[in-house]
């Protein structure tokens, strides 16, 4: 697992010199994995790296290197997961996340460690990196598809001007020409599968993220009383979003719709994070009836909160997969969720919840209501039976180093001196 405690070691900036010795020589498959999109408050991207080190860890038969920016240049080892730190400046405007260009050491990171296969994570300027760093080893790498990109940038783009609209095009084709020059481009969902090809990218393979069992559990129902009253909640029917506050999330869409959910239902709306689309949020005019919370870091306190309410809400159209719809599930906790996107995908395949028509609020707001007086528990042990079968992270990590494998022994070489 990445370590949570201080780095190992601090360097200002990598040499052959000054790096350990290459981790797990003896494995018989090593991944690196790199991306920008590794910061204090980042969700789902972050998880899957550290349920992947967590993987690793109790299989010598494997390593894994993990490249990501921060605030200094370090290097922290843990079983069979080493954590390279370049030191990169903040994003401005996106705070949780820095840039990724130290490009001479990163060279030196791959070809002192040698994986077997690289992963890239992020879009933009990381996959460019990691050709440049690779190309006297010429490992097989891979792109996973972790974000709708053309849609995140410009999330309506039928609604939009000129500029806007042809900006969302760029990047669709940026997407398609960034898609080519990968053997395989991993996806979350068939959702994503889908997306890809309708912008050209059709070499993808099917790679659904999991969940921590353990964590996210019906079992902390039991204290729900308890955590209700640590975040000023009410005793009665309570629906809940994690996650951050963006265009793209659709939360409008349910603020919309809930006056009549509570009016319908009695069921109140709770939600949880912070993000640049939170001033709009607020000045909406059902703002004052919601419970705002602000982000929450302690992932103990996110699976406490989505244990004690009786229904989770899922609005954004664009997730690639998912997780907090799975970590919902996973707790027991039925999901109300748009029906596009893999989050919409998970509710169907799981049968544990609502579906209503993306842009429609008089649409959610009946898909609320009806679910809410539906028998919540059986759905709920439901959607915990399905995250059980299909989302163990122990069976989806077998299925991705398979998928490894496959690349690596259908993938020719080509090295540049």
């Not at 799975?326 to 919840?353: F, I």
Request: glycine residues 10%.
């Amino acid at each position: 697992m990445l370590a949570p405690g201080p780095p190992a070691i601090r360097s200002p900036g990598f040499s052959a010199r000054t790096l350990p010795p290459p981790l797990r020589p003896e494995a018989r498959l090593g991944v690196l994995d790199v991306t920008k999109y590794f910061g204090t408050t980042s969700g789902g991207i972050k998880t899957y790296l550290q349920e992947k080190a967590r993987y690793v860890g109790s299989r010598p038969d494997l390593r894994q290197v993990i490249v990501v920016p921060g605030p200094v240049d370090a290097i922290a080892t843990e079983g069979g997961s080493r954590t390279y730190r370049l030191r990169g400046a903040r994003i401005p405007m996106h705070p949780p996340y820095r840039f990724l260009f130290a490009t001479r050491s990163f060279r030196c990171i791959v070809e002192h460690e040698r994986p077997d296969i690289i992963e890239v994570g992020s879009p933009f300027a990381v996959p460019w990196l990691t050709a440049f760093a690779n190309r006297r080893l010429g490992a097989p790498t891979v792109w996973f598809y972790h974000s709708h990109l053309p849609r995140l940038a410009i999330p309506f783009p039928e609604r939009a001007g000129l500029f806007a609209a042809t900006l969302s095009a760029l990047l669709a084709r940026y997407v398609r020409l960034l898609g080519e020059r990968f053997p395989v481009v991993l996806c979350g969902s068939r959702f994503a599968e889908r997306e890809l090809a309708a912008l050209g990218v059709m070499r993808t393979a099917l790679v659904p993220l999991g969940v921590d069992l353990t964590l996210f559990t019906p079992d902390r129902r039991a204290a729900g009383p308890e955590t209700r009253r640590r975040f000023g909640l009410p005793d009665g029917p309570l629906a809940l979003f994690i996650g951050r506050l963006a265009a793209e999330k659709r939360l409008d869409v349910i603020l919309d719709a809930w006056p009549e959910v509570e009016r319908r239902s009695g069921t109140r709306l709770v939600v949880v994070g912070s993000g640049p689309y939170e001033a709009s949020l607020r000045a909406h005019r059902y703002a004052r009836r919601v419970f705002w919370v602000p982000y929450q870091e302690t992932r103990t306190l996110v699976a406490d909160l989505l244990a004690a309410i009786d229904f989770y809400v899922a609005p954004g159209p664009l997730e690639t997969f998912g997780l907090s719809v799975l970590e919902a599930l996973a707790s027991g906790t039925p999901v109300l969720s748009v029906e596009a996107g893999g989050g919409g995908e998970l509710v169907q395949g799981s049968s544990a919840g609502a579906c209503y028509t993306d842009g429609a609020p008089d649409h959610a707001a009946d898909a609320a209501v009806r679910l809410a007086g539906q028998d919540l528990p059986v759905l709920g042990a439901r959607g915990r039976s399905y995250a059980e079968t299909h989302h163990a992270w122990g069976d989806v990590l077998r299925r991705l180093f398979i998928v490894y494998e496959g690349i690596r022994a259908g993938y020719e070489p080509r090295t540049r001196p």
